[in-house]
């Protein structure tokens, strides 16, 4: 099968698609014919040999991908071949085929594109869990959530899902297409902090007393900014 095939630790501009082996298939996992996959920071850090996890040299990249189950292997009940999935890997998604646990795949309706589910696997999931789950921010309807990076793929995420939960939404960004694109995604207002410091910007909007909820997918100095805001 073609795919992306890393033989030695590299950066991003450098993986080419070529001919690579096809994965065996384990015991609850599935076979799914790739038909989007994600390109994500974290790749860019599993390809350089900098991530969390390094996985054994030659590997194909992709922390997520979408498509149709083409194999099973043992009891998962859940699925049937044919079926459209969403997946999380740890690495696999940038080839004609991958393969996924099963707990970790997702069934996805026709009405949703393949490319538009790779999202949900990782960038949705993880500002869902930030902005919801009781031991993080447990974001409240009527709040003001701060959202940095919020034109990248988990700040995208938690524009559009604070203004789900209820909350009004402020948005940094770093460029005017940034900006436009923040507030096409439902952002009550943005911050373009290449133009504004953005803390004097949230206190502004906010009446002097700060957003209630930051999320903040950036770190360094926009992290000790944000505990002043
Ligand atoms: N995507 C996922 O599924 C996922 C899941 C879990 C964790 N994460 C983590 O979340 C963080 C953001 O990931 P992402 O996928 O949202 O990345 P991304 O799409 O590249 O977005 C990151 C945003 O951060 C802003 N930024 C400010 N300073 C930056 C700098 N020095 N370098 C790079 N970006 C800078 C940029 O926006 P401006 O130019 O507008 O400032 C950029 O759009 C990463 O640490 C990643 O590992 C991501």
């Given amino acids: ?31 799914i014919k790739t038909q989007a996959a994600g390109i994500s920071f974290a790749t860019s850090l599993v390809v350089a040999g900098r991530y969390q996890r390094k996985p054994p040299l030659p590997f194909v990249p992709g922390t997520e991908a979408a498509g149709i189950v083409t194999e099973i292997a043992g009891d998962v009940g859940a699925f049937k071949t044919g079926d459209r999935v969403a997946c999380i890997l740890d690495w ?20 949703l594109e393949f490319h ?28 003001t959530l701060l959202v940095h990076g919020a034109a990248g793929g ?43 410091p953005f803390r004097e910007a949230v206190l502004d909007l906010t009446g002097g007393i700060g957003a209630n909820a930051i999320y903040d997918p950036v770190g360094g100095d926009v992290f000790a900014q944000s505990l002043r805001c």
């Avoid at 949705?124 to 009527?142: D, E, I, N, V």
């Avoid at 899902?161 to 995604?185: N, P, R, Y």
Wanted: glycine share 8%; net charge negative; aromatic share 6%.
């Fill in 116 to 143: 538009r589910a790779i999202c949900f696997t990782n960038s949705y999931s993880t500002s869902y869990a930030a902005l919801r789950w009781p031991h993080l921010l447990r974001l409240q309807a009527g709040e």
């Fill in 1 to 31: 099968m073609r795919g992306v095939l890393v033989t030695q630790w590299t950066e991003f501009e450098n993986l080419v698609i070529e001919d690579c082996p096809r994965p065996a298939l384990e015991n609850g996992q599935l076979r």
């Fill in 154 to 196: 988990v700040g995208m995420a938690a524009v559009e899902i604070g203004k789900i939960l209820g909350a009004t939404v402020i948005a940094t960004v770093g460029s005017a297409q940034k900006a436009a694109f923040a507030t096409a995604h439902g952002a009550d207002h943005v911050i373009n902090t290449r133009e504004a």
């Fill in 92 to 111: 696999g998604g940038l080839a004609q085929e991958a393969v996924a646990h099963a707990v970790n795949t997702y069934a996805i309706p026709d009405s």
